[in-house]
């Protein structure tokens, strides 16, 4: 049976401990895509893979919970940082998918 991809693609961002990467999509009945997803299945550039671990790795170093931190300035500093990449995502996938947010005070899709 062949697959056929949705018009447009929703990238839910928001992390999970043992990721590597932030990113999820849901898939539908034409589109198996899993659940987990990685930098490579949206052709993202290298530096953003990158820096999305780090981000994720920053999280799984710093959060006890997604709402207990060590310090109120790291979790300051990862949502600025996770808008920021938020964004930069949007923009690489912007021909075929839309990046849904979902960390921090409340979801939402850019």
Known sequence: MEQHQPMRRVIRMFP???????????????????????????????????ELGAWQAFWEEHANSSEEWDTDDNLRAWLRRG?????????????????QIEFGPRPRRL
């Open 83 to 99: 808008e920021a990449l938020a964004r930069r995502v949007q923009t690489e996938v912007s021909e075929f998918a839309d990046v």
């Open 16 to 50: 999970d401990y043992g990721r590597d990467y932030p990113l999820w999509e849901n898939s539908t009945p034409t589109w198996d895509v899993g659940y987990t997803t990685t930098p490579a299945d949206y052709g993202l550039s290298e530096e953003l893979g990158a």
